[in-house]
């Protein structure tokens, strides 16, 4: 990973004063530890005409996967692979910009003791970055840099230059010119427009990340025209913290507009401003309808089958009228979860002799899952290749054979109106596949005509009038369809 930054000068004020902004000697090639690598920064030229300073990062790709997300992206079958199999050592990203943070943090926040007078002087400055991803292709770099006063250049790089028809990948080589920017200046706009560009985060993005954007964005990104797609990518897509930002950049546009400070603008705004209330977790609302579908078929006995860590099974143990609830999941480590969550080692014997958590695979029968009043499949069967759902189909409905199941999954027609979720994604790196409403329905009723249940569709959450509810859940009910509908 790799990055320039050139000036040229004359011998008056000469081109090596890059140096004292930079705090970095032209004479020496230095090394600085990263959480994910070390980052080197050298000098390939340093005379009184030209001098440029490079910074390269040496990812160690063995840090990133034990300190990062540890997961892929999108929703490709071998999201795992992703872990190892990456561009991360070699494309500009956020790794390349929290390097630029931590090794430049002075000359990013315009500081120079050795020569004060140098930060605020505008230089000819050149940024190159030959691997740079571009999600939104050269035009949408073109619209991020050029308003900041930069000469863009960006041009694609091919798949395989042995074979044109392939076409170009979506990477390009940057190269920005400017004339009137300081060093400073500079480098806060490489921070935060190079992970939006890569429209990815390394690391857990929290609300501290929105005081960082709005540090290095003072006094460019609260007039910029695309603010918005810039915070939105910036801080992951977190609807939350992006609203929360951009209430505060108009706070500091209206305080320029009106010559005034933002702390008596923000004061004015909070005065009269009406809380809003916060919209329900659809997490929420999904277990509420699974509760409300258990109590009307009088289940008392319940399995909640790939229960994760236990928010189900906990939100069941607080209604008396389920007498035995099991919880069943292939992770150890979830179930180990769950029993803290549900702090069954200090339970009442009364109540712990209400529930129970096991390990076991809904791939294959079990006879421990027999004679259950109902069974609850929340969000499981898209984490499984379609090909595996037949043997699902067959230890749940055939083998186990519960009165009553519930399955929900998610409404993929629903994906659209998620504003954090990119287009194309599904919304969890594990989901090997999301049905829409046909798709879904079209399943339900052919594993209820084999096994011998009745069922019906109950939306979950908002059900938009054309993509739909953003999940769907199939209520099944043993017996002939008509004994299912009169239930």
Aim: aromatic share 8%.
């Amino acid at each position: 990973m790799f990055l320039t930054i050139s000036t040229t000068g004359s011998a008056e004020r000469p081109a090596t004063d890059l140096g004292f902004l930079l705090h970095k000697h032209p004479g020496k090639a230095q090394a600085f530890s990263t959480s994910y690598g070390t980052a080197h920064v050298l000098y390939p030229e340093a005379g009184a005409e030209r001098c440029t300073a490079a910074l390269l990062l040496e990812v160690d790709a063995v840090a990133l996967v034990r300190r990062g997300k540890g997961r892929g992206r999108g929703g490709a079958p071998d999201a795992a692979l992703a872990q190892y199999v990456n561009d991360r050592p070699y494309a500009a990203s956020s790794l390349l910009a929290v390097a630029l943070s931590g090794v430049f943090s002075s000359a990013m926040r315009g500081v120079c003791n050795a020569r004060p007078e140098l930060p605020d002087r505008p230089r000819p400055l050149r940024v190159e970055v030959p691997a740079l991803p571009a999600r939104g292709g050269p035009g949408l770099v073109r619209r991020l840099f050029e308003p900041l006063g930069w000469t863009v250049t960006a041009e694609p790089v091919p798949l395989d230059a042995e074979f044109p028809q392939w076409g170009d990948s979506r990477y390009i080589r940057l190269v920005l010119d400017a004339d009137t920017l300081t060093l400073a200046q500079a480098l806060r706009h490489l921070y935060v427009l190079l992970p939006v560009l890569d429209d990815a985060k390394h690391y857990w993005v929290s609300s501290d990340e929105v005081d960082k954007l709005l540090r290095a964005g003072e006094g460019w990104l609260p007039g910029h025209p695309e603010q918005k797609l810039i915070t939105s990518r910036y801080l992951s897509r977190r609807w939350s913290l992006t609203r929360q930002a951009l209430e505060r950049l108009e706070l500091v546009r209206l305080a320029e507009a009106d010559d005034s400070e933002v702390e008596d603008i923000d004061n004015a705004v909070a005065a009269e401003a009406e809380q809003e209330e916060k919209p329900t977790p659809l997490a929420a609302l999904r277990r509420d309808a699974i509760l409300t579908a258990l109590r009307a078929r009088g289940a008392a006995r319940v399995l909640d089958l790939g229960c994760g860590q236990g928010q189900l099974v906990q939100e069941l143990l607080r209604d008396p009228s389920f007498t035995e609830i099991v919880g069943v999941d292939v992770s150890m480590r979830a179930l180990t979860i769950a029993s803290r969550r549900l702090k069954l080692d200090r339970m009442g014997e009364r109540q712990a002799a209400r529930v129970q958590l096991f390990q076991g695979s809904l791939a294959y029968t079990d006879k421990r899952l027999d004679g259950y009043d109902a069974a609850v499949l929340s969000e499981v069967i898209e984490h499984l290749d379609p090909p595996r759902l037949p043997a699902l189909e067959y230890a749940v409905f055939g083998a186990a054979r519960p009165r009553t199941v519930l399955v929900t999954t998610p409404n993929v027609e629903y994906n659209v109106r998620w504003e954090s979720l990119p287009a194309g994604h599904v919304r969890h790196g594990d989901h090997r596949f999301e049905w829409t409403r046909e798709e879904f329905r079209a399943w339900a009723r052919k594993v209820a005509e084999r096994y011998g249940y009745g069922v019906e569709f109950v939306p979950v959450g908002p059900d938009d009038p054309e993509v739909g509810p953003p999940t769907q859940m199939a209520v099944f009910q043993a017996g002939t369809a008509k004994e299912a509908e009169a239930a």
